[in-house]
T-cell receptor, first 115, second 111 residues
Framework: DVKVTQSSRYLVKRTGEKVFLECVQD?????MFWYRQDPGLGLRLIYF???????EKGDIPEGYSVSREKKERFSLILESASTNQTSMYLC??????????????FGQGTRLTVV | SQQGEEDPQALSIQEGENATMNCSYK?????LQWYRQNSGRGLVHLIL?????REKHSGRLRVTLDTSKKSSSLLITASRAADTASYFC???????????FGTGTSLTVIP
């Protein structure tokens, strides 16, 4: 059974803290993604990676960075957490298939609250 | 942003009825996907339709794609209470392997 695992379901952090959200997939997928989901705004792409050590900005990268040192792991970093980063964070992975997008597999989500 | 838009935002129907939700997008695509999300959970892939396809079926799901109108619809037939969830469309409007989600339709199926 394919699996994308996010390190925490719920997280509470203080303003100004550096926050690490970890995501691991066991499907040998090339592509990995971080989205945030807010009511009325849907899912917005923060960053994605199509290979080890490669990263591309999505629509809302400000205040975030990412790290992909190994194929199976994609980390989202909040350099200095702020209250407007309180959100549900979703990690996903997908296979590369000759340039075609394939289905994405999602983790269970991390609900982050910044106080 | 390439984000699509689902319509309606919310839909409430009786069990056994059909549910139809629509997705509109802005630019040319290679394919379009539909996902389902149960409350507080990650998304689950339902169906993918390529730009050269007009209709696709999977069990009780029927997806249509009209590239001239830049729109897609998802029909769930004979709905069940367990179909209660949010439904999202996703498009790969840009070059590369990323894709962009709409704002979702919240479906409630009343037993």
């Amino acid at each position: 059974d394919v699996k994308v695992t996010q390190s925490s379901r719920y997280l509470v952090k203080r303003t100004g803290e550096k926050v690490f959200l970890e995501c691991v997939q066991d499907m040998d997928h090339e592509n990995m993604f971080w989205y945030r989901q807010d009511p009325g705004l849907g899912l917005r792409l923060i960053y994605f990676s199509y290979d080890v050590k490669m990263k591309e900005k999505g629509d809302i990268p400000e205040g975030y960075s990412v790290s992909r040192e190994k194929k199976e792991r994609f980390s989202l970093i909040l350099e200095s957490a702020s209250t407007n980063q309180t959100s549900m964070y979703l990690c996903a992975s997908s296979l590369s298939s000759g340039g075609w997008v394939t289905e994405a597999f999602f983790g269970q989500g991390t609900r982050l609250t910044v106080v | 942003s390439q984000q699509g838009e689902e319509d309606p935002q919310a839909l409430s129907i009786q069990e056994g009825e059909n549910a139809t939700m629509n997705c509109s997008y802005k630019t040319s695509i290679n394919n379009l996907q539909w996902y389902r999300q149960n409350s507080g959970r990650g998304l689950v892939h339902l169906i993918l339709i390529r730009s050269n396809e007009r209709e696709k079926h999977s069990g009780r799901l029927r997806v249509t794609l009209d590239t001239s109108k830049k729109s897609s619809s998802l029909l769930i037939t004979a709905s069940r209470a367990a179909d209660t969830a949010s439904y999202f469309c996703a498009t790969d409007a840009r070059a590369g392997n990323q894709f962009y989600f709409g704002t979702g339709t919240s479906l409630t199926v009343i037993p």
